[in-house]
C-alpha cells in the first residue's frame, strides 16, 4: 500500500520511527545480553547469529507499528484545530518514553544478571515482591522521562525555528535518510539470515524410499499422544481416589498398561527428546528448556526414521517451549504444527514458533499479562490459551490431510500449568472461589513463606484438586479425539501410544516440576500401549522409561533399531496372562540442566528405578542415597518423606552404580 505523503510528514515520520526504533534496539542489546550466559549453554555460534536476527527483526516490525500508530494520532489530531502543530508534543513525549524504556531495560538487566533470587530471598523479597518492585523503579522511570519531555517539547520547537533555509532543511531530510538506510540494511540482513535459517532447518538430507512400495503399503498407521506434566499419580487408571481419566480408563481397557513407566527428565525438553530420539539427555546433549539437536544428532530421530522407512510424520505440539528441539531435526517432520493458542501468543505461524528466539518473546508477552492481571484485577487470568480440545482438533486436520502410513505425534499442553479448566470442568474436585485465576497460582505465592506451613500446605492441596479438573478435560478431549479415529475407520490400522513427558508432583512444602528432587509422581508417568485389533487389557509391571519409546514403534513399522538407540521395544514385553515383570530393567531419570550441551557432564541428579527401589546421586557431591519406591493405594499418594535404606543395601546401590557407570560413560559415576 503506497501512502502519500508530505515532505514534512514524511520526515515527521521517519524521526518518530527512529525515535522508536533506537529504544527498541536498545532494549533488545540488553535483552540479548541478560540472556547470554544461558544461550552459552546450548547454542551454536549460527544458532545465536540467528536467534539475535530473529529477535532484532522483530523489534524493527515492532517499532514499525508503533510508530505507524504514532503517527496516525498525530496526523488524526492535527486535523482538529484545537490541536494544530502536535507534533512536537508527541515527538518528546515518544523521546522520552523510548529513554524511560532504554533506562528500564539497562537497569531491569544488571539487576536480574548480578542480584540472584536466592540472595533476595535471605531478606524475605519473594518473586512478586521483586517484580513489585521492579514495577515501582519502572513507574518512576517513566514519571521522570514525563517530566523530561515538557522540556523537549520546547528544545524541538526552537530547533525547528531554527531550520529556516531550504539548504537545512535539506541536510536535516539527508541525515533522517542515512539513519533510516543504516536501520533497513540492519534490517535486511536479519530478514536474509532468518529466511536462511528457516529455509536449511527444512531441508531433510537422508535418502527417501529404502524399503519397496509394496512394504510401505502395509505398514499401519503410528499415533503417540503425550500429555504435559501428567503424573500417573493422578489419575484413576493408576488407582487415585477422584475419576480425572474415564476416558483414558476406557481406551486402557483394550491396551497394554504399564504400572512402572519413568520419565528421562524432570521437564519438558529432555523428556520430550528422550521420546524423539530414543536416547537419554545426556547422550543427545539436551539438558536445558531451549535445547537443539547439533551435529550428527539431527538426523538420529524417531521421524527421520520413519520418514525414510516411507512414513508421512507430523506433529502438532501444544507446549511452544519444545518446538525449537522439534524445529532442530531438519525436516524429519514433513508437517510441524504449534497448536493453537487463544490471546495474541497464538500469532506466530508454526515455522517461526520453532524458531530460537520466538519463546522468549512469547513468554515476556505472557509475563507482561501476568503482572498486568496482579495490578489490575479485571486483567486476570481465568482460562487457559491452550485448550486440549483445541490441539486435538488441529489433529484431526492433519490426519484427514495426510494419506499413505503415517506417523502423528500429538503433544498437548495440558495439564501443564497454570491449572485453567474451562467451566464445563471447574469445580468439579474443588469448590469455587479458590484459586480461580493464573494469578492466583503463582508460585511464589503459594509459597510464601510468611504463611504457616499448614495454610501452605492447604493451598497446595487446593492446586492439586484444580490440577485434577485440568486433567479431567485433557482426558475428555483425548476421549473426543479417539471417537473421531474409531469412527473414521483409522483406529484399526493405527498403533497407539499414551504417555507424557513428565509429572507433576505436589508435596507438602513445594510442588510443580523440574528440578533435582525426584518425587515419585514427577517421574512415573502413564505408558499405555494399543495393538491394531487388541481387545484385551493386560497390565505390563516391567520397569521401563521413555527410550523404550521409539524401539516399541520401529518394531512395529518393521524398521530396524539402531545402535544408538539404547532401550528394547516393549511389544515382546508380557505374557498371554498379563500383570508380568519380564526381567530387571532400569529406569533411568536425569537432571542436568546446569551443564552446558558443548561440555562434560559435571553436574546435576541422576535416579534409577529398578526392582522395587529408586536409587539418587547427585553428580557434584558423588552422594547417593537409596529409597524404597512407594506402592499405590485407592487413595493415592502424596509425595512425603520416603524410606530410605542406604545404610542396610549397599550391595544393591554398588550394583546400580556399577550398571550406570557401564550405561553412561559419558558422566562421571
Not at 5 to 15: D, G, H, I, V
Not at 32 to 47: E, G, H, Q, R, W
Not at 234 to 242: A, E, I, N, T, V
Amino acid at each position: 500500500m503506497k501512502i502519500l505523503l508530505a515532505k514534512n510528514e514524511k520526515n515527521q515520520f521517519k524521526e518518530v520511527f527512529l525515535c522508536v526504533s533506537k529504544a527498541a534496539t536498545i532494549t533488545y542489546v540488553f535483552f540479548v545480553i541478560y540472556k547470554l550466559n544461558a544461550f552459552t549453554f546450548y547454542m551454536t555460534f549460527m544458532d545465536f547469529v540467528s536467534y539475535a536476527s530473529f529477535v532484532f527483526l522483530g523489534a524493527q516490525v515492532f517499532s514499525f507499528l508503533l510508530s505507524s500508530v504514532i503517527f496516525l494520532v498525530i496526523a488524526t489530531l492535527n486535523k482538529c484545530s484545537k490541536f494544530r502543530n502536535i507534533f512536537p508534543t508527541v515527538y518528546s513525549i515518544t523521546n522520552s518514553g523510548g529513554r524511560a524504556v532504554s533506562l528500564f531495560s539497562f537497569i531491569f538487566s544488571m539487576e536480574r544478571i548480578f542480584v540472584s533470587q536466592h540472595f533476595l530471598s535471605n531478606f524475605h523479597v519473594t518473586e512478586i515482591r521483586r517484580v513489585i518492585i521492579e514495577l515501582f523503579y519502572g513507574v518512576l522511570i517513566f514519571t521522570i522521562m514525563a517530566f523530561f519531555s515538557l522540556r523537549d517539547r520546547k528544545t524541538y520547537i526552537e530547533a525547528e525555528k531554527e531550520v529556516g533555509s531550504d539548504g537545512e532543511v535539506s541536510r536535516q531530510a539527508s541525515r533522517l535518510s542515512r539513519r533510516l538506510f543504516i536501520s533497513t540494511s540492519a534490517s535486511a540482513l536479519a530478514a536474509a539470515a532468518v529466511g536462511s535459517k528457516v529455509i536449511m532447518g527444512n531441508k531433510f538430507d537422508l535418502r527417501l524410499g529404502s524399503s519397496s512400495s509394496e512394504k510401505i503399503t502395509k505398514r499401519k498407521n503410528v499415533l503417540l499422544v503425550t500429555f504435559d506434566a501428567l503424573s500417573a499419580s493422578d489419575m484413576s487408571l493408576y488407582g487415585y481416589g477422584l475419576n480425572t481419566t474415564p476416558q483414558i480408563d476406557l481406551f486402557a481397557k483394550s491396551s497394554d498398561v504399564h504400572t512402572n513407566f519413568y520419565t528421562c527428565s524432570t521437564f519438558t525438553t529432555p523428556g520430550v527428546s528422550s521420546i524423539l530420539t530414543g536416547r537419554y539427555p545426556s547422550n543427545s546433549r539436551i539438558h536445558q528448556l531451549g535445547g537443539m539437536l547439533h551435529g550428527q544428532d539431527i538426523y538420529r530421530t524417531l521421524p527421520a526414521l520413519l520418514k525414510v522407512g516411507g512414513y508421512k510424520t507430523a506433529m502438532v505440539c501444544g507446549n511452544p517451549y519444545a518446538m525449537p528441539l522439534l524445529g532442530s531435526t531438519h525436516g524429519a517432520f514433513d508437517h510441524l504444527y504449534a497448536a493453537p493458542r487463544t490471546g495474541w501468543t497464538g500469532l506466530p505461524p508454526s515455522e517461526f514458533v520453532e524458531f530460537p528466539g520466538m519463546t522468549d518473546m512469547m513468554d515476556l508477552g505472557e509475563r507482561m499479562v501476568t503482572v498486568s492481571g496482579l495490578v489490575f484485577p479485571p486483567l486476570r487470568q481465568q482460562y487457559s490459551e491452550t485448550p486440549p480440545r483445541d490441539t486435538f482438533d488441529a489433529a484431526k486436520a492433519r490426519i484427514v490431510e495426510m494419506d499413505g502410513p503415517f506417523f502423528i505425534w500429538i503433544h498437548v499442553m495440558a495439564p501443564h500449568g497454570p491449572y485453567l479448566p474451562s467451566e464445563e470442568f471447574r469445580h468439579r474436585f474443588l469448590k469455587s472461589g479458590i484459586l480461580e485465576t493464573r494469578q492466583d497460582m503463582l508460585h511464589p505465592r503459594i509459597m510464601d513463606r510468611t504463611k504457616k506451613k499448614s495454610q501452605i500446605q492447604t493451598d497446595i492441596e487446593h492446586l492439586r484438586l484444580r490440577y485434577d479438573e485440568w486433567v479431567s478435560e485433557a482426558d475428555s478431549a483425548f476421549g473426543e479425539f479417539m471417537a473421531f479415529m474409531d469412527t473414521s475407520g483409522l483406529l484399526k490400522d493405527t498403533l497407539a501410544i499414551v504417555s507424557a513427558d513428565h509429572g507433576e508432583y505436589f508435596a507438602p512444602d513445594s510442588y510443580g516440576h523440574g528440578g533435582d528432587v525426584l518425587y515419585q509422581s514427577l517421574i512415573h508417568i502413564p505408558m499405555i500401549v494399543r495393538m491394531p485389533g487388541q481387545e484385551i487389557g493386560r497390565q505390563i509391571n516391567t520397569v521401563a522409561d521413555q527410550t523404550a519409546i521409539a524401539p516399541t514403534i520401529l518394531e512395529f513399522a518393521d524398521l530396524s533399531k539402531p545402535q544408538w538407540m539404547l532401550s528394547s521395544s516393549l511389544l515382546g514385553v508380557g505374557g498371554e496372562k498379563g500383570d508380568c515383570n519380564v526381567g530387571s530393567r532400569l529406569a533411568v531419570t536425569q537432571y542436568l540442566q546446569k551443564n552446558s550441551s558443548f561440555m562434560p557432564v559435571t553436574e546435576g541428579t541422576i535416579g534409577a528405578v529398578t526392582d522395587g527401589f529408586q536409587y539418587v546421586r547427585t553428580l557434584s557431591t558423588r552422594e547417593e542415597k537409596l529409597y524404597l519406591l512407594e506402592k499405590f493405594t485407592v487413595e493415592g499418594h502424596s509425595d512425603g518423606p520416603r524410606q530410605e535404606v542406604t545404610g542396610d543395601m549397599q550391595y544393591k546401590i554398588e550394583s546400580i552404580r556399577e550398571e550406570l557407570r557401564i550405561k553412561f560413560p559419558e558422566i562421571n559415576i
